[in-house]
């Protein structure tokens, strides 16, 4: 295993990040919509990568501190990009990315929290091997819109082909009761998402 090298990210770095990014939601169903460039976030974020010894990206995390996604969820920073390349897989780097965050958000804003999200399977055992605490859940899922729906976006010059949505677990069942739901798009099937706090 070559020697890996946790840095901050840099700008010119964009296309490399960009295609590790894509090689993790391949084999990933944590995202649903396909980056086409890296994106920015509106508070303090840390923003890092994870280089071998060729300089390489391998692996790239981005956390945003007290996101707006959570506002209710204040002194954490909320993990937006996680991942690591295929071909680096199961040598730690993972850990190494998050230990590497953490320490830079106790150094930076004294903030020892943060939270995860995540509807790929695989991301949530590794959160719940890292010791992760569960916090939330609710299905993720696209909708077809009825002809009602249809008749009000038209109102507004809208055609609308899909909504993406979600419901608490305990509403799903009547959710699908009421909506038609798309299950037959392998990146759009409903997916239970997780939520997840590391303190470190």
């Known amino acids: 295993m070559q020697e890996i090298i946790i840095r901050d990210y840099q700008m010119e770095e964009e296309l490399d990040w960009l295609d590790v990014h894509a090689s993790v939601m391949v084999d990933s169903y944590a995202w649903w919509t396909v ?4 994106p920015t976030y509106t508070n303090d ?13 391998v692996g790239f995390i981005t956390i945003e501190m007290n996101a707006a996604v959570v506002k209710e969820q204040s002194d954490a920073g909320f993990a937006w990009e ?17 230990a590497a965050v953490h320490q830079r958000m106790r150094t930076q804003f004294m903030i020892n929290r943060s939270i995860w999200y995540s509807q790929d399977k695989q991301a949530q055992q590794f959160y719940e091997k890292m010791g992760m605490v569960e916090i939330a859940r609710h299905w993720q899922f696209s909708v077809v819109p009825n002809e009602q729906h249809k008749s009000l976006f038209k109102q507004n010059k809208f ?3 899909e909504i993406r ?36």
């Not at 959710?175 to 759009?188: M, N």
């Open 35 to 38: 980056l086409h460039q890296k």
């Open 82 to 98: 996680f991942g690591v390349h295929r071909n680096y897989r199961r040598n730690g780097i993972g850990k190494q990315l998050i």
């Open 45 to 57: 974020t840390i923003d890092l990568v994870a280089v071998d010894d060729t300089e390489r990206v």
């Open 165 to 200: 949505g979600s419901c608490a677990v305990e509403d799903f069942e009547e959710v699908k009761q009421t909506f038609e739901l798309i299950e037959d798009d392998d990146a759009l099937n409903p997916q239970l998402c997780i939520g997840y706090e590391w303190i470190d």
């Open 159 to 161: 055609d609308c082909w």
